[in-house]
């Protein structure tokens, strides 16, 4: 018997499948939420990373903030100290990774629900800033799109969307261009050759579409020599 299937319990199956031992698994969860293996696996630039987030959130509207999945780390506390009294709402398929951004954040600002990023439970038009760490690369190309679309129905028409993730294919970057480090990022990360070559701000723009909306970058942090980027995008009603 595959080792996932004891996982699924209602997990979106590429989570199940493919990231079990990554975010499910109880003994990894205590393992990757350790700032030195954080760090490692995203080659040091986490701090990077991070306050770059941060520095954008702190110039976005914070009266309804939605952090769309849990991430290792101290990107969610930070939030929610950023946030002071206001409430942070977090969203996440896997009851585990609730629990432990919860045991982090010592408010009762911070409020988690179960939900599968690309069937939320709120209402159109719920947020005023969603924030994205690092995970569209994980989705196949359906659910990121499915997770788009939900992101641009629940943020309000004037909001802001956040989105940390891998730059476009980085074919020029040193760690790319060898073999033996790209088959290993591919293999543990089975959706982010698709996400390398997804047109990110022409699928956010079509989905803003559909629900009445307008989208566009307003600023872009590139780090790592381009590997990473942090994007800042702000909605508006769309233009008859």
């Known amino acids: 018997m595959k080792i996932y299937r004891h996982f699924i319990d209602g997990m979106p199956w590429y989570l199940a499948?493919?990231?079990?031992?990554?975010?499910?698994?109880s003994k990894s969860v205590w393992?990757?939420?350790?700032?030195?293996?954080?760090n490692a696996i995203l080659f040091f630039q986490y701090q990077k990373l991070m306050q770059a987030t941060l520095s954008r959130f702190k110039g976005a509207s914070k009266d309804s903030v939605l952090q769309l999945t849990c991430v290792y780390g101290s990107l969610?506390?930070?939030?929610?100290?950023?946030?002071?009294s206001k409430a942070l709402h977090i969203t996440d398929a896997a009851n585990i990774q609730l629990q432990l951004a919860s045991s982090k954040c010592h408010s009762s600002a911070l409020l988690p629900t179960r939900m599968n990023a690309?069937?939320?439970?709120?209402?159109?038009?719920?947020?005023?800033?969603?924030?994205?760490?690092?995970?569209?690369h994980e989705m196949p190309h359906e659910a990121r799109v499915?997770?788009?679309s939900e992101c641009m129905r629940v943020l309000d028409p004037n909001g802001s969307l956040i989105i940390t993730e891998y730059a476009p294919l980085p074919k020029h970057h040193w760690l790319y261009q060898?073999?033996?480090?790209?088959?290993?990022?591919?293999?543990?990360?089975?959706?982010?050759?698709?996400?390398?070559?997804?047109?990110?701000?022409?699928?956010?723009?079509?989905?803003?579409?559909?629900?009445?909306?307008?989208?566009s970058c307003v600023?872009?942090?590139?780090?790592?020599?381009d590997f990473y980027r942090v994007s800042e995008y702000k909605v508006?009603?769309?233009r008859c």
């Open 17 to 25: 499948k493919y990231y079990w031992w990554a975010y499910l698994w």
């Open 31 to 38: 393992f990757f939420d350790h700032q030195p293996i954080i």
């Open 76 to 84: 969610t506390p930070n939030l929610s100290q950023v946030l002071g």
């Open 118 to 136: 690309e069937q939320l439970g709120y209402k159109d038009n719920t947020f005023n800033t969603i924030i994205l760490f690092f995970l569209l």
């Open 146 to 148: 499915n997770t788009i």
């Open 178 to 215: 060898f073999p033996l480090f790209r088959c290993i990022l591919t293999t543990l990360e089975p959706f982010l050759v698709s996400f390398w070559h997804e047109d990110l701000e022409q699928t956010l723009k079509q989905h803003a579409a559909t629900h009445g909306k307008d989208i």
């Open 219 to 225: 600023s872009q942090q590139k780090i790592f020599h």
């Open 236 to 238: 508006a009603p769309k």
